[in-house]
């Protein structure tokens, strides 16, 4: 499953690819954010995601952004944040998880033997799991929210030209003025 976030290097297990540090990249993964914005954007200090999650509407809309734009953009920027502190908050209890169970397990390694140290690898393995279940499902959060803030914006589609028919010439002989006389 690829998402629509280009945010750095893929996951070990699934594939997906993960969120990276912050730079200046980052903001160019977010939903109508391409070259020229993003230049507009670092111009005026908004370089990463959590700095435009920060920012009001009106501060994005200062830096250059369109109503439309900034909007989109600080909804994306905010489900981004978002899910990335959800990641690393749950990466964090996983990792709090796993040394209370390797301390137990510890203490529990020299009464038993080697029983102990297979299920500290075991508890390891199932917070990994869990952490790694988080960050996908913080993903697809992100990634819902993206799709609906895209449906309130209008683009240029044939259905929405005037006119029924616009004929055009395919060469020079073809067109009025060339055969008057």
Known sequence: ??????????HPINGETMA????????TSLPG???ATAKKLNDAKFNTVAKIAKASAKDLQKAGLTVAVAKKVLVAAKAASATKAAATNTAKKASSAAKKAAS??????KKAGGKAKSSAKKAAKSTKEATNK?????????EDVVEKTKTGLKTKKEKDRKGSTISVPRSVSDMPWFNKK
């Open 1 to 10: 499953m690829g998402g629509r976030f280009k945010l750095g290097q893929t």
């Open 20 to 27: 990276g540090k912050g730079n200046t990249s980052d903001i």
């Open 33 to 35: 954010v391409g070259a």
């Open 104 to 109: 137990k397990t510890g203490a529990a390694a």
């Open 134 to 142: 988080a960050v996908v499902k913080g993903q697809k959060v992100a």
